[in-house]
């Protein structure tokens, strides 16, 4: 997540203060990635070393007010305009934690995965849930519009997120069944253990709109 650019984008829209920034942004996310004062100022305070915004006055209750500069729009636009990469992944926990528990002594990885199957399929399930407010919100007119469909946007984003998370998980565990079955060994970890787990709940596609 880039907190650079998104202030950017939000200053584009006028001069803003630092706690004004915190609020729209958090409002435009849902809270998702929920920011403090003091991050939002030392970003700013970065910004406006490179060139990207300046100091603008301030409002009529003293707030200092930044503004973005033309080198800040540039930046801006060649952010819209540049794909994200995808080729330096970000660390991913659960990727990590299975690897590590691949052969640790003493833990069932399908333990672990049926764990965080369960975990990753209730958040979907409360993403969904928060989806159909957000359409409603937005159906029923009464709403900031532009901040419900970004927040849409967002809330979309995590439900295919969990829903390609739990697909993995079971795909993880299929494979250390297939694999174990090769070895002759009980799937899971290095101890004897049971061949065969619960059920898991049916991965549905989300709903389109």
């Known amino acids: 997540m880039s907190i650079r650019h998104g202030l950017l984008a939000l200053l584009e829209r006028g001069p803003r203060y630092g706690s004004q920034l915190r609020t729209?942004?958090?409002?435009?996310?849902?809270?998702?990635?929920?920011?403090?004062?003091?991050?939002?100022?030392?970003t700013l305070n970065r910004l406006?070393?490179?060139?990207?915004?300046?100091?603008?006055?301030e409002d009529e209750a003293g707030h200092?007010?930044?503004?973005?500069?033309?080198?800040?729009?540039?930046?801006?636009?060649?952010?819209?305009?540049?794909?994200?990469?995808?080729?330096?992944?970000?660390r991913d926990e659960l990727a990590i934690k299975l690897a590590m528990a691949v052969g640790a002594p003493g833990v069932d990885i399908r333990a672990v995965i049926q764990a965080q199957r369960h975990h990753t399929?209730?958040?979907?399930q409360d993403y969904t849930r928060l989806k159909a407010q957000a359409?409603?919100?937005?159906?029923?007119?009464g709403s900031q519009e532009r901040d419900d469909v970004a927040w849409l946007l967002v809330?979309?984003?995590?439900i295919f997120q969990t829903e390609a998370e739990a697909?993995?998980?079971d795909h993880c565990e299929a494979r250390l069944i297939r694999l174990s079955a090769a070895a002759g060994t009980p799937a899971g970890s290095q101890h004897p253990g049971p061949?065969?787990?619960?059920?898991s709940p049916t991965i549905r596609p989300s709903p389109r709109l």
Do not use: C
């Open 195 to 199: 061949a065969t787990a619960p059920a």
């Open 48 to 57: 406006e070393r490179d060139g990207l915004v300046s100091q603008s006055g």
């Open 64 to 90: 200092a007010l930044y503004a973005i500069t033309d080198h800040g729009r540039t930046e801006l636009r060649t952010w819209f305009e540049k794909p994200v990469d995808r080729t330096s992944p970000a």
């Open 155 to 158: 809330l979309e984003q995590l």
């Open 24 to 42: 729209e942004f958090e409002s435009r996310t849902g809270s998702t990635w929920p920011l403090n004062v003091g991050q939002v100022y030392t």
């Open 121 to 124: 399929v209730k958040a979907m």
């Open 167 to 169: 697909r993995w998980l």
């Open 135 to 141: 359409i409603t919100a937005l159906e029923s007119g």
